[in-house]
């Protein structure tokens, strides 16, 4: 075709978009997961958030959303777990990526201080109290993650048998 070109979509608008975020397992020394109650939303969650569009990576994103939210500074982790949450009319999906940040130090988690316009409150919870405490879908995120050693793969928040 050639001439007026304006009905064909640019190459950035073509491209698919889904929001990714990124969320952080942290561990006080006892192997209780530490869990926050937002102010903007109702339950509780783990650390983390929605990734910025200025091509801030996963990783970068983590590390941002747990220092704005809870004052702590992370700086190794494994990856734990990415979920595909397809989109919907009332939801728009997307990716959920969360890192094992392992077990912090007592005293460091002493000087824990929460973003008080996003975080009412924070507890360390066991499996079984973060289990009925966290959403559906970071539960099973986070149920998955913390009973395998690498990396899983789910799609809505449950495992894909297909992808090992």
Known sequence: MTGNRSWEPTAAESVPRLPVSAGALIYDSKGRLLILKPTYKKGWTIPG???????????????????????????????????????????????????????????QLAALTLDEEEIAEYRFADGAEAGALLSGPV????????????????????????VQ
């Open 49 to 107: 958030g929605q990734l910025e569009e200025s091509g801030e990576t996963p990783w970068e994103g983590c590390r941002r959303e747990v220092h704005e939210e809870c004052g702590l500074r992370i700086e190794h982790a494994r990856l734990a777990c990415v979920d595909f949450k397809r989109p919907r009319p009332e939801k728009p999906g997307g990716l959920r990526i969360l890192f094992d940040c392992g077990q912090f130090p007592d005293k």
């Open 139 to 162: 539960r099973r995120r986070v149920q998955a993650a913390s009973k395998s050693a690498s990396c899983v793969y789910l799609e809505e928040g449950r495992p894909v048998p297909q």
